[in-house]
């Protein structure tokens, strides 16, 4: 089980920080991921990180100002999100992904799924 939390409301420019709270399996044998879905839209891709957090990837849009990383001991994921602009509003979810080492932006590859947590950004 995934569940998500840190989400809220910030004016553009704010930080927010979620994380992604694991239970029922072994962490660590894990890679994990944030997606995020706008109204109307496509869930996408954000960030990933490897079983080990030695390993992480990003989309161009939010390198620089995002940052994932993972708590092993505390099965937690967490995305700490600087310079927040209104296109970074969406629906943030976190996934697994058995594949521990590999690197994938396909949501299909992810096994398991959080039920979400709302970011809104202002103008």
């Not at 709270?21 to 991921?33: E, I, K, N, Q």
């Not at 602009?85 to 992810?110: G, L, M, Q």
Request: proline share 2%; with cysteine; hydrophobic share 35%.
């Amino acid at each position: 089980q995934l569940v998500e939390s840190g989400g809220g409301s910030v004016p553009a420019g704010g930080s927010l920080t979620l994380s992604c709270a694991a239970s029922g399996r072994t962490f660590s044998d894990y890679a994990m991921g944030w997606f995020r879905q706008a109204p109307g839209k496509e869930r996408e891709f954000v960030a990933r990180i490897n079983w080990n957090g030695l390993m992480t990837y990003y989309v161009d849009s939010v390198k620089g100002r995002f940052t994932i990383s993972r708590d092993n001991a505390k099965n937690t994921v967490y995305l700490q999100m600087n310079k927040l602009n209104p296109e970074d509003t969406a629906v943030y979810f976190c996934a697994a992904d058995s594949w521990r080492d590999r690197y994938t932006e396909i949501k299909h590859d992810y096994e398991y799924w959080g039920q979400g947590t709302q970011v809104t950004v202002s103008s």
